[in-house]
């Protein structure tokens, strides 16, 4: 493999990665925006950012592909510098990271009622973040392709960081919500595919982190490791939209189970979290059924026994409704 197979080849592979995925998330985000979601403004900007950011990462790496392949097609000594948006990258990536580990670990709280679960979470997301821009801005200061490996340990403390807060995320939501599981078939079909999804978001950043740090220890003369880290940030991206787009297709699946209790999603598997409690409405076999303006949750014990209007029905009003709910009630919910 020659220099330029090396250095332009292997980076050009992940450029056309990487704007193959944004072409994707370009995608998610126009149906987010489109969709009748009701997110918190803390949602909406989070994806704002993330539009931002990945809008200008893609046209930087797009700008850095042309001027090491055509401005620069008759200076070779071009291959020895680190342009610019080849900097940007660790920066770009840790904060694409953050905003979704937040969001997951977020997810986590509301679900299990544990604050401090979800601060030791963002303790180290905020200190993987800084370690991410820490490469980022040493790297801009270095420049010089030769002299990188200097950065190896910031590099390993900072994609190791990463990748274990991934795997943590995703072990803890799925052992979360296969305790959530109600023997209910519609219920438990949702709980499964968002089990699924919990295990590609882990499992797809800790690949091309893993892939990362590898190519970056073992072959640091070549910009192999730049397949991996360029198109990284869009993963994370598409992890967290994913997630937000996937409540449409649930809510669906909650609507068509065939007793047709149409469970709201809102106040059971995403519902208000009360301390230890977090997971009562959902941790035992429930029957469930649906009241003029909100769920009521009974035992099936004395189901048949009890009437809608009693006080004794765990109710959940419209009003009290989790603002981080992932489902949306369709109107004939409500």
Known sequence: MGVSEEVIGTLLVGIFFNTYLYGLVTYQFAVYYNSPFKDPTWIRAFVGILVVLDTFHTAATIYMAWEYCVTNFDNPAILTVALWPYTFTPIGTALAALLTQIFLGYRMYRLTGQLYLFIILLMFAIASFALGMTCGIKAWIIEEL???????????AWLAMQMGIDLYITIALCWILSQAKT???????????????????GVFASIFSLGDLVAFLALPHTNIYGMFAIPLGRIYTNTLMDTLLMREGLREVLARSEDGSGMDPNSSIWGRSTGN??????????????????????????AD???????????VDREERDVFSDIKPTPSAV
């Open 183 to 201: 023997k209910f078939r519609a219920t438990d079909t949702v709980i499964n595919r968002l089990m699924r999804g919990a295990i590609q978001t």
């Open 305 to 315: 026994q009890r009437d809608d209007n009693k006080d004794d029905h765990m109710y």
């Open 146 to 156: 030769a002299k990188l490996p200097v950065l190896d340990g910031l590099v390993t």
């Open 277 to 302: 409690r977090g997971l009562s409405r959902i941790s035992f076999n429930k029957s469930i059924h649906q009241s003029t303006t909100g769920i009521v949750v009974t035992n099936p014990g004395t």
